[in-house]
């Protein structure tokens, strides 16, 4: 099994930066992609943005691209989503999540591994 712990959410004003991380520990060899979603309330589970296992390729949503960098560290088995210049829009529960499988899908059915979420609040 494979758990995933977030942290680093809070609340903070628009135009600010903000780091979460998520920490994987169990049978992280299993794990290859993995990727940040976020859920407003009342909204869906979207995707953010998720990275290979050799970090080497990486995906965004158009909402987040130019002001999110998704990065990880294997041998901390951390993973890192580096906010800048947020917005309202922006404020949500921010989950980590991790596949097996090698692809970057943006779709939360093709992740098996999921956090409990740290919420983020975006102030105007």
């Known amino acids: 099994q494979v758990q995933l712990v977030e942290s680093g959410g809070g609340l903070v004003q628009t135009g600010d930066s903000l780091r979460l991380s998520c920490a994987a520990s169990?049978?992280?060899?299993?794990?290859?992609?993995m990727g940040w979603f976020r859920q407003a309330p009342g909204k869906e589970r979207d995707f953010v943005a998720a990275?290979?296992?050799?970090?080497?390729?990486?995906s965004y949503s158009d909402s987040v691209k130019g002001r999110f960098t998704i990065s990880r560290d294997n041998a901390k088995n951390t993973l890192t989503l580096q906010m800048t210049s947020l917005k309202p829009g922006d404020t949500a529960v921010y989950y980590c999540?991790?596949?097996?499988?090698?692809?970057?899908?943006?779709?939360?059915?093709?992740?098996?591994?999921w956090g409990q979420g740290t919420q983020v609040t975006v102030s105007s």
């Open positions: 999540a991790a596949r097996s499988g090698t692809a970057l899908p943006t779709t939360r059915g093709y992740y098996d591994h």
């Open positions: 990275i290979s296992r050799s970090g080497d390729s990486s």
């Open positions: 169990g049978r992280t060899f299993s794990i290859n992609t």
